[in-house]
């Protein structure tokens, strides 16, 4: 692979977040209010619009600015003294260097260097403006009407403040859901510095007079506030890489008590694969909403950066789920979030019907105010059938029952709403949506343009995808075998009935013989929709797929027009309909492409497993800092095409694009954990690419275990138990779910792992 390539999506816009704030800044470091895109936004709403620094009426030239971690930022900037007579400003420099961290607004320290051996004077200028907008209202140019209100004055012996206030309020009436709703959010600038600054409409100047070598140093503060109430800001100055503040100690003690994964570290793929993973680490914990922790072990995620910060109830159920060997903190914290969440009422204006679970919760003014229903929305199919299956994952892992417990009625009921609201008498799922604003497509694509039939027209509702009969079949699956260990009986034959029944259905109606694949969906009238897409990949997994159909469906999949090179595409590249850049219709999703890794072994589809898993990390290691961005391009990977194209507004850092390594990782070593019995599972495969994992702290139930994995030269995967802590059974077998091995291989591997040769 060529080693050159360095791909960032939104390349012309840098981003530094924590928590709700993201500050969005051009390649010079600046904002400037006709880049809709650029902002410090805090709860997904615009506060600073316009943010530069100049030196005599001019913004001096950049030497060099960079993120330095997720939270902060650093950028250097120089300019000739007004009496330099030199034509190069390098020899003769005055430094601007600013440091910036993040969370929950902003904490900006300026640093001015005289480098030259005369003494000099200058004007130094902070031109800022807010205007506390949301994202949409800045790219479309329209605007909800508020009050915003700027005072300046100062508040001590070389501090002053300026504050920003802003009011609205809505009286809405959308389809009889009635009321006023009222906004208000405010930053204050704190300002600390030895000059006193001159205050103009939109900017503070400092007069600044400086002998050689000397600095001037100022600190800048600003802090949000919503609906009256301060959000916290970084406490100490120049924090770029830790400081002592709490968002610090809550992610180091996160990052040290998650599984650690250590690869082979000499120069082959294996090392590259580490630094995937570790990022992943890094990303999952960057992306934590600190003001909605329960405890250090349940603490919520946001779905991306930057246009999601906010959040999304499948993305956070699908990221907890595919990092479960990890650490089960996102569980957690997702399962809580949406039983507490869980709809009890109808309201077609916010696609809500009892049971039903949120799928986002947005911030933003346009929200707040109810100009339209994302403050709380609810039109999706995923968010209620991924429940109870990482509720099962959750009970699997930990072993708790108390833990457990308190999802077991909203399991049900979100069970129950999607077969009182979306099973119909074609005897499969479909959706539609009864909102004016509401999301077209509730599947997991919910682009309104994603599902198309075979000559590439759009499919309209009532419609339902593959995926969701196999969302909903192994749903009732998962959660009627832990209803049996609840002591819930009947309903967990109740459910496991059904879930055979929706089988056998699916597999009579949704198989294409001719093609030797999935149909992408049900239309409205009851008839499949014939077009090749990445869908079936998600039914494999779920085993709802008849097992003799696997191995064509999985071979389809591998065939140029889907796999690209780089993962499975969401279209065929056959399809009149594809676009190697549109959302669902062309590119590569990391989340979905992580699920089919796991597919391939759970039906001992290992040569498969490997390739579309290496396409995975070698795509992660394309782009800067090794992070799968939220989707990227469908282009073909040949010599024409070294590397994709990218999908222009991908978030990045992003949850199920984070998380997809470690359910890739998971598959590889055939971990599946059964903490009720203390029991650990393994039926590791590693590729010649990777040939050594160590894992260190993998905790299953109350115990806990480092293993080392290596291949051997005859293509064998063995193991050893470093260090166990606990009591944990660890038996070489497939898991209870996979459908690779017969009684006797099971009983035979069982016997020798309990004697401790299985390794």
Same mark, same amino acid.
């Given at each position: 692979?060529?080693?050159?390539?360095?791909?960032?999506?939104?390349?012309?816009?840098?981003?530094?977040?924590?928590?709700?704030?993201?500050?969005?800044?051009?390649?010079?470091?600046?904002?400037?209010?006709?880049?809709?895109?650029?902002?410090?936004?805090?709860?997904?709403?615009?506060?600073?619009?316009?943010?530069?620094?100049?030196?005599?009426?001019?913004?001096?030239?950049?030497?060099?600015?960079?993120?330095?971690?997720?939270?902060s930022?650093?950028?250097?900037?120089?300019? @000739?003294?007004?009496?330099?007579?030199?034509?190069?400003?390098?020899?003769?420099?005055?430094?601007?260097?600013? *440091?910036?961290?993040?969370g929950?607004?902003?904490?900006?320290d300026?640093?001015?260097?005289?480098?030259?051996?005369?003494?000099?004077?200058?004007?130094?200028?902070?031109?800022?403006?807010?205007? $506390?907008?949301?994202?949409?209202?800045?790219?479309?140019?329209r605007?909800?009407?508020?009050?915003?209100?700027?005072?300046?004055?100062?508040?001590?012996?070389?501090?002053?403040?300026?504050?920003? %206030?802003?009011?609205?309020?809505?009286?809405?009436?959308?389809?009889?859901?009635?009321? =006023?709703?009222?906004?208000?959010?405010?930053?204050?600038?704190?300002?600390?510095?030895?000059?006193?600054?001159?205050?103009?409409?939109d900017?503070?100047?400092?007069?600044?007079?400086?002998?050689?070598?000397?600095?001037?140093?100022?600190?800048? &503060?600003?802090?949000?506030?919503?609906?009256?109430?301060?959000?916290?800001?970084?406490?100490?100055?120049?924090?770029?890489?830790?400081?002592?503040?709490?968002?610090?100690?809550?992610?180091?003690?996160?990052?040290?008590?998650?599984?650690?994964?250590?690869?082979?570290?000499?120069?082959?793929?294996?090392?590259?694969?580490?630094?995937?993973?570790?990022?992943?680490?890094?990303?999952?914990?960057?992306?934590?909403? !600190?003001?909605?922790?329960?405890?250090?072990?349940n603490?919520?995620?946001?779905?991306?950066?930057?246009?999601?910060?906010?959040? $999304?109830?499948?993305d956070?159920?699908?990221?907890?789920?595919?990092?479960?060997?990890? *650490?089960?903190?996102?569980?957690?914290?997702?399962?809580?979030?949406?039983?507490?969440?869980?709809?009890?009422?109808?309201?077609?204006?916010?696609?809500?019907?009892?049971?039903?679970?949120?799928?986002?919760?947005?911030?933003?003014?346009?929200?707040?105010?109810?100009?339209?229903?994302?403050?709380?929305?609810?039109g999706?199919?995923?968010?209620?059938v991924?429940?109870?299956?990482?509720? *099962?994952?959750?009970?699997?892992?930990?072993?708790?029952?108390?833990?457990?417990?308190?999802?077991?009625?909203p399991?049900?009921?979100?069970?129950? +709403?999607? %077969?009182?609201?979306?099973?119909?008498?074609?005897? !499969?799922?479909?959706?539609?949506?009864?909102?004016?604003?509401? &999301?077209?497509?509730?599947?997991?694509? /919910?682009?309104?343009?994603?599902?198309?039939?075979?000559?590439?027209?759009q499919?309209?509702?009532?419609?339902?995808?593959?995926?969701?009969?196999?969302?909903?079949?192994?749903?009732?699956?998962?959660?009627?075998?832990?209803?049996?260990?609840?002591?819930?009986?009947?309903? @967990?034959?109740?459910?496991?009935?059904?879930?055979?029944?929706?089988?056998?259905?699916?597999?009579? !109606?949704?198989?294409?013989?001719?093609?030797?694949?999935?149909?992408?969906? =049900?239309?409205?009238?009851?008839?499949?929709?014939? *077009? =090749?897409?990445? /869908?079936?990949?998600?039914?494999?997994?779920?085993?709802?797929?008849?097992?003799e159909?696997?191995?064509?469906? &999985?071979?389809?999949?591998?065939?140029?027009?889907?796999?690209?090179? +780089?993962?499975?595409?969401?279209?065929?590249?056959?399809?009149?309909?594809?676009?190697?850049?549109?959302y669902?219709?062309?590119?590569? +999703?990391?989340?979905?492409?992580?699920?089919?890794?796991?597919?391939?072994?759970?039906?001992?589809?290992?040569?498969?497993?490997w390739?579309?898993?290496?396409?995975?990390?070698?795509?992660?290691t394309?782009?800067?800092?090794?992070?799968?961005?939220?989707?990227?391009?469908?282009?073909?990977r040949?010599q024409?095409?070294?590397?994709?194209?990218?999908? /222009?507004?991908?978030?990045?850092?992003?949850?199920?694009?984070?998380?997809?390594? $470690?359910?890739?990782?998971?598959?590889?070593?055939?971990?599946?954990?059964?903490?009720?019995?203390?029991?650990?599972?393994?039926?590791?495969?590693?590729?010649? +690419?990777?040939?050594?994992?160590?894992?260190?702290?993998?905790?299953?139930?109350?115990?806990?275990?480092?293993?080392m994995?290596?291949?051997?030269?005859?293509?064998?995967?063995?193991?050893?138990?470093?260090?166990?802590?606990?009591?944990?059974?660890?038996?070489?077998?497939?898991?209870?779910?996979?459908?690779?091995? %017969?009684?006797?291989?099971?009983?035979k591997?069982?016997v020798?792992?309990?004697?401790?040769?299985?390794?």
């Open positions: 692979m060529p080693t050159r390539i360095r791909l960032r999506p939104r390349r012309d816009t840098l981003h530094v977040s924590r928590g709700r704030t993201v500050f969005a800044c051009g390649s010079d470091g600046s904002i400037r209010p006709d880049r809709a895109r650029e902002g410090l936004f805090v709860y997904q709403t615009r506060t600073l619009s316009r943010y530069r620094w100049c030196i005599d009426g001019e913004q001096p030239q950049l030497s060099e600015q960079s993120a330095v971690e997720q939270h930022w650093l950028g250097y900037y120089f300019q @000739a003294p007004p009496e330099c007579k030199s034509a190069n400003p390098l020899q003769e420099t005055i430094e601007l260097r600013i *440091s910036r961290v993040v929950e607004g902003m904490h900006e300026v640093d001015v260097t005289n480098h030259t051996q005369k003494s000099t004077s200058f004007t130094l200028t902070l031109e800022a403006d807010a205007d $506390f907008a949301a994202r949409d209202e800045v790219e479309n140019g605007r909800q009407k508020g009050e915003l209100r700027k005072e300046w004055h100062r508040i001590g012996d070389g501090e002053w403040q300026w504050s920003f %206030d802003y009011h609205a309020q809505h009286q809405y009436d959308q389809q009889g859901d009635r009321g =006023i709703a009222r906004l208000h959010r405010g930053l204050v600038l704190r300002l600390r510095c030895d000059s006193e600054p001159a205050k103009s409409d900017s503070l100047s400092f007069r600044i007079q400086l002998n050689p070598h000397q600095t001037w140093k100022a600190c800048l &503060v600003w802090q949000p506030y919503v609906e009256g109430k301060p959000l916290p800001v970084e406490p100490c100055c120049n924090a770029l890489v830790c400081s002592e503040s709490e968002w610090n100690r809550k992610t180091k003690t996160f990052l040290a008590g998650a599984t650690h994964i250590r690869t082979t570290e000499a120069g082959d793929f294996g090392a590259d694969v580490g630094r995937v993973l570790e990022r992943s680490r890094l990303d999952l914990a960057a992306l934590r909403l !600190f003001d909605l922790d329960e405890g250090s072990d603490w919520k995620l946001a779905a991306g950066i930057p246009t999601y910060l906010a959040l $999304f109830g499948r956070m159920l699908g990221a907890a789920w595919q990092a479960s060997m990890l *650490s089960l903190d996102m569980s957690r914290g997702a399962l809580s979030l949406l039983a507490k969440t869980q709809t009890n009422e109808t309201n077609d204006w916010r696609d809500a019907q009892p049971g039903r679970m949120l799928h986002q919760s947005d911030t933003d003014p346009l929200s707040e105010l109810n100009f339209r229903p994302r403050s709380l929305y609810f999706n199919f995923t968010s209620p991924l429940f109870p299956i990482v509720a *099962s994952q959750l009970w699997h892992w930990c072993g708790d029952k108390a833990m457990v417990q308190p999802y077991i009625k399991a049900l009921n979100a069970l129950a +709403w999607a %077969d009182k609201y979306c099973l119909d008498d074609t005897g !499969f799922y479909r959706y539609t949506t009864r909102s004016i604003q509401g &999301v077209k497509n509730q599947a997991w694509k /919910d682009s309104s343009d994603a599902i198309v039939y075979p000559d590439g027209s499919v309209e509702n009532p419609l339902g995808t593959c995926e969701m009969q196999a969302f909903a079949y192994a749903a009732k699956l998962h959660f009627s075998e832990l209803l049996w260990w609840f002591g819930h009986a009947g309903e @967990a034959r109740r459910l496991h009935r059904e879930a055979k029944e929706l089988k056998e259905r699916f597999n009579s !109606f949704f198989w294409m013989e001719d093609v030797g694949y999935l149909a992408m969906a =049900i239309d409205n009238h009851g008839q499949p929709v014939k *077009s =090749i897409s990445s /869908d079936p990949g998600h039914c494999t997994l779920s085993g709802i797929v008849e097992a159909f696997v191995p064509r469906i &999985v071979s389809r999949m591998m065939r140029p027009d889907l796999f690209s090179g +780089w993962g499975v595409r969401t279209l065929s590249s056959e399809h009149p309909a594809f676009n190697p850049f549109a669902h219709r062309g590119t590569v +999703w990391p989340v979905e492409n992580g699920s089919f890794v796991l597919a391939m072994a759970r039906y001992g589809l290992h040569p498969e497993m390739r579309l898993a290496r396409a995975l990390f070698e795509a992660a394309l782009f800067e800092y090794d992070r799968l961005p939220e989707v990227f391009g469908g282009h073909s040949d024409s095409h070294p590397f994709p194209g990218i999908y /222009d507004r991908a978030d990045s850092p992003q949850a199920w694009s984070a998380s997809a390594p $470690f359910l890739v990782l998971q598959a590889l070593l055939g971990i599946y954990a059964y903490a009720p019995m203390n029991v650990l599972f393994l039926d590791p495969w590693l590729p010649d +690419w990777l040939p050594q994992v160590t894992i260190e702290g993998l905790r299953v139930g109350q115990a806990c275990v480092d293993l994995f290596r291949r051997s030269e005859d293509g064998r995967t063995h193991y050893e138990v470093s260090e166990l802590r606990g009591d944990l059974h660890i038996l070489r077998q497939p898991s209870p779910w996979s459908i690779t091995a %017969d009684w006797g291989e099971r009983v591997d069982a020798a792992s309990l004697l401790g040769t299985a390794g």
